[in-house]
């Protein structure tokens, strides 16, 4: 049976008093508001001098319009005022009839932005007293009212009231509100009865809406065949559809996870030849986005903004995620500004640009964000701090954490499970089992108690530790102890661990998880998939990664970029040079992300080749029974079939597509020329890459300063200690001597002489190194004086401790000096070292 009014009224007041006090006596007209240009200082004297008087006038002139025209402006006001205006005429002796509580009704419209419950209830009491006979109109309208505040109580004894029959016999135009009614009450089964007996009943004119509401409702229960069953109806019916039972349909399959099934369903739109609409949009990027596609929902974006589309904050919040997920969070905060300017960006919004930020690991532009909030004035809320303070973990910065934690409480936010769990992985990534207890222990103090996703947590963060480079026995004691407590790991904390095991190269460890997880029908993610197949890559097993890969399309485990990286990376390490390729073409044909990961991956394995030399070589000596005492280096490092032409295409492919690299990359591609005796060449990378190179590093520069000074080209030497100064690197020892080399072998003594200020202002002290090679420089240039000055420097240098080179380079100078007392002097003081033969040679002529 359904629940009285009475009954509702006195259930629901509560509802509107923290203090849970009985709600004020019914007032009209109580509210401070203003109508068209004029402000009502006293409501009461504004009342009894307007709509009063005009109500009053209404009532003696028996003019029913003037009422109704009276109650529909007071709606404009304040939806209560059309009421309080009716009650008010009524009690002045004018009979309402149906046109008067009309316009009252229509004033609760949730069209107009108004959604007031109460109000809704005292409206009904009303009627009922009265003994309306309610007009169907009104009652789909209030039902409305109460299913979108989420009330499905209250709507059913609205629609009983207005109908007086069984909920299941509605006539068809309230058969949605209730299909919502009973699906947001948990009751799909009921709501899915009502459907049927509508379509039975009404055939081919069953509307649009309900189909499309009843799919969209069937998919978020999961109960995706029903809803397939219900679309595959509509498809093949004679009546044209509207876009809206695609959207529905598509939506229904993201719900079930099943983005690429929404993407099929794009064919529709052609077919029908139906325009796709901003739902369709909204809806295809969330596809895009759970594909980890982000390119394609960034290209669709932007076609969206060429044929001037409308776009909205859901259309935002998609893009926002996909430019983070391609490194670029500047581009996402400037949507936000522009749905800012809109007015139309709220909280949720700032929120997904704070994690744009976090996930780039940019945490000054992440925590400038929660000042612009204030600033606008957009309270930040839990998620926002807890987006802070994953953030923060996930940097590896755990007092900052902790700090945004302390901050959150301070500002009268109650933190959530999610506030302790960066921090409790963080501590077990690092290693720190006691504090990870530690914040436990908080955590249940606060009222959460541990469950399996404690163990998940710990799980992941021991493992993600092991992927860092520590033991992998702590992730495995954890994996004990919830077997033995009988919790089931997830299949994320098992991929997570097969993870670290692969980055571990334990190729025995990852094939062992993986057919556990098979024996628990559990299937791997596809960060755990790229983990195997990149430790199978690592250990030449191409036909098993490439098996593996194939299995993860008959799973429906989707293929993201770095699935793709790492069986790139397992033909490299096969030089099957071609292979890579085709799946190269195979992203791009696909529009997976590439960028700089995927050609850092043939880049790592080129170089790994390198010692496959060096290893045939030591088998086949072992196999002889002889030990190997040397490989020369140039045989160690050369590389060969076909595969400096491979790492040319790279190159090649690097600059077509512009790709930002990094300074590890840069030096990757560098090392890998300088290597193969191909100085000119890596120059040439080195000047395409690094304007656009987001780290250039100092290493890179000296790599090449010492092939330049190896190959006698102290032009190029000078060329690249320039290219450093431009570009602010910090000047080290090993760049100091080598440039030191080079203005030594040009002659540039003058240059020579302000070595020791190169250094000083670089804030450097000179080491052995840096003596030796100033030293050498001035021989060089036959200035024996100016090197003896230098041995001296070196000797008031307290805390130097002399190597080899420089005690050999002092010996010299003074040898060609003539001074043999001070020859001798060095002899005596640093004895103990081993010089080398010369240095023995020269020695022994003067002592």
Known sequence: MGVGFRGVVSRASPLLSASGAAPEAFTPFREDVSVGTHKRPRPRESFRTSFAELVAQAAQEKSGERLVKVLQDAREGNPKWSLEAALHARSMGVKLDDRHWSAVVESMNPKRGVVDTMLVLRTVEEMKAARVKPDPKWIAQLAEVMTLARMPEET????????????????????????????RGGQIDKALDIFRRVEEEEKDDTPEKIFSYMISALGKQGRLEEAKLIFEKKVQSDKPFTVSVINSMMGAYNACKQPEAALQLRRYFKERKLAEDLLSHNTILASYMALDQPLNAIELFNDMRAKKVAWDKYTAMSIIKAYGQVGNPGQAHRIADQLARRGRADIHVWNAVMDAYTKNREMEKADEQLHRMYRLKRTPDVVTYNTLILGYACAGNRDKAIEMFEKMKQEGLRPNERSYHPIIMNLSETGDPGGAKIWIERMKSAGFEPDSRLYEIMLSGFSRGAI??????????VLAEMNAAGIEP?????????QALSRQRDLDGVEKIM????????TPTSDAYAAAISVLGENKKLHEATKMFISMGQQGVTRHAYTYNSLIGAYVRASDFTGAMEVLNEMDELKVLVDERTFGVMLDQLLRLRFEHMDKAKKAAEAKGETLKFVPEQHLLRLGDGRIEFADSIMQQVEKRKIRTSGRFVHS?????????KLDQAKEIFDSLSPRSKDLQVETVNLMMLEANRKKMPDITLELFRLAKRNNLELDHTMLSLVTTAYGVVGRTDKLDEVPMLAQNAQLSLEPLNYSSLILAYLRNDLEAKAADVILRAEEHIDLKWDQQLLSAAIETYARIGDSNSVRKIWKKFR????SQGARAISAMFI
């Open 156 to 183: 059913q004894s609205i629609i009983r009231w207005g109908f007086g029959k069984r909920l299941e016999d509605v006539p068809p135009h309230l058969a949605l509100t209730l299909i919502r009614v009973f699906h």
């Open 490 to 498: 997830t299949s994320e904390s098992y991929s997570v661990l097969v």
């Open 515 to 522: 057919a556990e997880m098979r024996e628990k029908n559990l």
């Open 669 to 677: 591609a560098v090392k890998l020329y300088v290597e193969q005796d």
């Open 468 to 477: 860092k480079g520590q033991d992998t026995g702590p992730a495995m004691r």
């Open 832 to 835: 103990e070292h081993q010089l």
